[in-house]
């Protein structure tokens, strides 16, 4: 019951000795979610030990090119080890001009697969719009605030169906037909015994999982309640403090804005990255952020956070 997210890219705009610009797996059970495609994508998934066969959901939050300029190396890879099965990528609408252009002049070489360009759509601030739905998962996009068009995700399993007291099966006999009812929340009638409540006899087996990601974005207020209380929140802190004017004019946001909005929205663990070119080292970046929210971490090459399934028993 996987539930983690690898940072590989972690610079902004220019690239770093060090660093390549966006890139993220997310892991839900297995399934793969790549966020971000910055150049140098694919070798960092090769380096880290994914394989680019089992990625078949892409979200592109823009089209700014250290977010996007690795989709071509990658898609043309997938061709060429044989992909055969669809992939969607999750992209704002200006990116079906620049699929077309690869896939009209490369097309021939190696893409033998079908690929799906989902336009990321809405622009009202704090309103999620479902773009992704598994047996288990559930994955939304919402508008952020930067110079061009750009999406934050968010990412939650589902509730689990309820599981039966093992205790008062024992106790009430109760039959396979009225052990169906009560898991799918449904009290039953046994006449002159009484009502079985589905709520004392059942309970959620975990607790659902939850992450959001949002890059690039300027801090606006509505972001609060998009992230209200997720496992983890990885966001951008492309400038320390001393630089909030120029995050401003760039429509970026500081450790500070990231920091604030992990503590308002009540997070429980916050991943900084999308670092500045200018800065060899970003501990002053968590120092910045931790001296308002405890539980920062900062995304490095191939690190990966982990977010631990929390059984429950009744
Ligand atoms: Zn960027
Ligand atoms: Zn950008």
Known sequence: MDFN?????????????????????????????????????????FKYGFSILKIDNIFLSHLHGDHCFGIFGLLSSMGMKGRTSKLTIHAPAAFKGILDMFLHHFEGDAIKYEIVHNVLEGSVRGELNKIFESRNIEGYSFPLNHRVPTYGFLFREKIPPLNVVKSKIEEYHLTLKEIALLKSGQDVDRGDEGMLRAEEFTYKPFKPRSFAYCSDTAPFKELVNVVAGVDLLYHEATFANDLEATAKTTFHST????????????????????????????????????????????????????????????
């Not at 610079?11 to 997310?26: D, I, N, Q």
Request: proline share 3%; charged share 25%; hydrophobic share 40%.
């Open 5 to 45: 997210f690898t940072t590989l890219g972690t610079a902004s705009a220019l690239p770093t000795k060090g660093r390549y610009p966006s890139a993220h797996v997310l892991n839900i059970r297995g399934r793969l979610f790549l966020i971000d495609c910055g150049e140098g994508t694919q070798m960092l998934l």
């Open 255 to 314: 450790a500070t804005d990231a920091a604030l909005l992990a503590k308002d929205a009540g997070v429980k663990g916050l991943v900084i990255g999308h670092y500045s070119s200018r800065y060899s080292s970003v501990d002053h970046l968590k120092e910045e952020a931790q001296a308002i929210f405890e539980n920062v971490y900062l995304a490095s090459k191939g690190e990966k956070f982990e977010v631990p399934l929390e059984r429950l028993s009744k």
